[in-house]
């Protein structure tokens, strides 16, 4: 990928963050940590998972080694009791060596 393309996803990240996050703050604290069935149960739990996804990759990005998770595929996995492990890109580079 070039330096562009990067430039992209990371402008791509914010603008969704922002979107995401202006919504998600119009639910009271008890709509947005009710359990819906997800994979991280609620709104609140997906937030979480999302800043902490984007510290990890920061991290990446700065040069620090950390582990992380994928979206609603491995959840609906999971529910038919299916449970497909690490999906974590780095998890991959890993085990290619």
Request: aromatic share 8%.
């Given at each position: 990928?070039?330096?562009?393309?990067?430039?992209?996803?990371?402008?791509?990240?914010?603008?969704?963050?922002?979107?995401?996050?202006a919504v998600?703050?119009?639910?009271?604290d008890e709509?947005?940590?009710?359990?819906?069935?997800?994979?991280?149960?609620?709104?609140?739990?997906?937030?979480?998972?999302?800043?902490?996804?984007?510290?990890?990759?920061?991290?990446?990005?700065e040069g620090?080694?950390?582990?992380?998770?994928?979206?609603?595929?491995?959840?609906?996995?999971?529910?038919?009791?299916?449970?497909?492990?690490?999906?974590?890109?780095?998890?991959?580079?890993?085990?290619?060596?």
């Open positions: 990928m070039t330096p562009d393309a990067y430039c992209a996803l990371a402008r791509y990240n914010r603008w969704m963050n922002e979107k995401i996050y998600a703050s119009t639910l009271g709509e947005r940590k009710r359990d819906r069935g997800a994979f991280f149960k609620s709104i609140h739990g997906t937030l979480n998972h999302l800043l902490v996804a984007d510290r990890i990759w920061l991290g990446r990005l620090m080694v950390l582990e992380g998770h994928r979206g609603q595929v491995t959840t609906l996995l999971i529910q038919a009791g299916r449970d497909p492990g690490v999906t974590d890109l780095f998890a991959m580079l890993r085990e290619e060596g």
